[in-house]
């Protein structure tokens, strides 16, 4: 079975400074991987993907994320973050082929101005 | 764009009272689920449905109960509300086609007293 691990369940950061959001998961099969973001009162939306192909991913946002397959990780990355990237950050896990999404249990991100 | 749709977005219902959630949406996709959202535990599966009148058990399904009657509709119900029934709860849809994100509605919050 597949699960995701967040470790940080909140990151306060300054604006304008970078920022990392840790995911590692765990699957003996070959995975999909997601980095969703819900803002406050609303559900969550796609942040990015990796289905296949490049190992780094981008946002339109200016986020990115790296799958990693030797550590099984896939970590959330910006190198300037703004007030308005305050959310809380879900990673997920899919096996290829599968129906269902595996969530890490958040991390919220907080930026101080 | 996909439109997941959440009848309610605050409700408050009594202990032992049935529960109706619904959920509709508008792209015509095969698979559409519930998650409830909770602090510190992410987001957990209840139940999925992948075709019309058919259903899955997700990882906590208890005290729980779906109806698919039409493909763009979901509802989840309880059958008999509880205090520890009080969370968040998304829906969620994408098509079967390809390991296409989920899209999700902005949620209901649901608080039994």
């Known amino acids: 079975a597949q699960s995701v691990t967040q470790l940080d369940s909140q990151v306060p950061v300054f604006e304008e400074a970078p920022v990392e959001l840790r995911c590692n998961y765990s699957s003996s099969v070959s995975v999909y991987l997601f980095w969703y973001v819900q803002y406050p009162n609303q559900g969550l939306q796609l942040l990015l993907k990796y289905l296949s192909g490049s190992t780094l991913v981008e946002s339109i946002n200016g986020f990115e994320a790296e799958f990693n397959k030797s550590q099984t990780s896939f970590h959330l990355r910006k190198p300037s973050v703004h007030i308005s990237d305050t959310a809380e950050y879900f990673c997920?896990?899919?096996?290829?082929?599968?129906?269902?999404?595996?969530f890490g249990t958040g991390t919220r991100l907080t930026v101080i101005p | 764009d996909v439109k997941v749709t959440q009848s309610s977005r605050y409700l408050v219902k009594r202990t032992g009272e049935k529960v109706f959630l619904e959920c509709v949406q508008d792209m015509d996709h095969e698979n559409m689920f519930w998650y409830r959202q909770d602090p510190g535990l992410g987001l957990r599966l209840i139940y999925f449905s992948y075709d019309v009148k058919m259903k899955e058990k997700g990882d906590i399904p208890e005290g729980y109960s779906v109806s698919r009657e039409k493909k763009e509709r979901f509802s989840l119900i309880l059958e008999s509300a509880s205090t520890n029934q009080t969370s968040m709860y998304l829906c969620a849809s994408y098509d079967r086609v390809g390991n296409q994100p989920q899209h999700f509605g902005d949620g209901t919050r649901l608080s039994i007293l």
């Open positions: 997920a896990v899919t096996k290829t082929g599968a129906n269902n999404l595996f």
